[in-house]
C-alpha cells in the first residue's frame, strides 16, 4: 500500500519569508498523482497545487511551488512571501493513475505565520 | 454553484445509536469518498463509491455503512459497532474524466456524549 509521510508535525515562519514542509511517499507506481492540501481553522480543504509524475517540471501556483523528486520520493511545498493566511494544517496527498485510485494523506503538518 | 453540501454540520450521537451523515453533489461526479480525520492521523478513507449501486471499503470501513442510490448521493452511516465515532468527516467527489484532485464538503464534527 502507498504511504505518505509527513515529518514536520509543526512549523512556524515569519511574515514575508519563506517555508518549506516536507513530503516523502513510498509507491512501487510510476505513473500518480501528488497534491498538497491547505486546510484553514474552517476545516475546509483547499487543494494547493499538484504534480503528474510524469513531468519533470515542477509545478508552481503564485507563492506555492513545489521541489518534486521522483527518485527519492519526495515532494517539498515551498511557501514564499508568506502571509497571515497561510496559516493552516497542511497535507501531502498521493493519487495512483490507474486503477483503485482514491487518495492517501499525510498526517499534516500545522503551519504558524509569525506576523 | 457547483459543490459539496455536507449536513449537518455537527452532530451529537448518544451511545448505542445509530447516525447518518449527508452528503450531496451537483458536480456531476462519479466517484464519491468519506474520509475520517483525527487529530494527528491525517485522513483516513472510510469508503468509497466509484458508480451508482457500487462502493467499496478503505481501511477503516469497520462500523461504517454507505449506500449510493443516486449519483448525487452518499449517505454515511455510523453505527453503533463503531468503538470510538468522535471524529471529523469529510466527503469529497472527483470527475473520473480529467486527472485533478478532490473536492471537499465542508465536513461534519461527530460527538459521542
Known amino acids: 500500500a502507498q504511504t505518505v509521510t509527513q515529518s514536520q508535525p509543526e512549523m512556524s515562519v515569519q511574515e514575508a519569508e519563506t517555508v518549506t514542509l516536507s513530503c516523502t511517499y513510498d509507491?512501487?507506481?510510476?505513473?500518480?498523482?501528488l497534491f498538497w492540501y491547505k486546510q484553514p481553522p474552517s476545516r475546509q480543504m483547499i487543494l494547493v497545487i499538484r504534480?503528474?509524475?510524469?513531468?519533470?517540471q515542477n509545478a508552481t501556483e503564485n507563492r506555492f511551488s513545489v521541489n518534486f523528486q521522483k527518485a527519492a520520493k519526495s515532494f517539498s511545498l515551498k511557501i514564499s512571501d508568506s502571509q497571515l493566511g497561510d496559516a493552516a494544517m497542511y497535507f501531502c496527498?498521493?493519487?495512483?493513475?490507474?486503477?483503485?485510485?482514491?487518495?492517501?494523506f499525510g498526517a499534516g503538518t500545522r503551519l504558524t505565520v509569525k506576523p | 454553484d457547483g459543490g459539496i453540501t455536507q449536513s449537518p454540520k455537527y452532530l451529537f450521537r448518544k451511545e448505542g445509536q445509530n447516525v447518518t451523515l449527508s452528503c450531496e453533489q451537483n458536480?456531476?461526479?462519479?466517484?464519491m469518498y468519506w474520509y475520517r480525520q483525527d487529530p494527528g492521523q491525517g485522513l483516513r478513507l472510510i469508503y468509497y463509491?466509484?458508480?451508482?449501486?457500487?462502493?467499496q471499503k478503505g481501511d477503516i470501513a469497520e462500523g461504517y455503512s454507505v449506500s449510493r442510490e443516486k449519483k448525487e448521493s452518499f449517505p454515511l452511516t455510523v453505527t453503533s459497532a463503531q468503538k470510538n465515532p468522535t471524529a471529523f468527516y469529510l466527503c469529497?467527489?472527483?470527475?473520473?474524466?480529467?486527472?485533478?484532485?478532490?473536492?471537499f464538503g465542508s465536513g461534519t464534527r461527530l460527538t459521542v456524549v
Open positions: 469529497a467527489s472527483r470527475n473520473d474524466r480529467v486527472w485533478n484532485g478532490y473536492t
Open positions: 509507491t512501487s507506481e510510476s505513473d500518480y498523482y
Open positions: 504534480q503528474e509524475a510524469y513531468k519533470q
Open positions: 496527498a498521493y493519487r495512483r493513475s490507474e486503477g483503485n485510485n482514491d487518495m492517501r
Open positions: 458536480l456531476n461526479h462519479d466517484a
Open positions: 463509491s466509484q458508480i451508482v449501486n457500487d462502493f
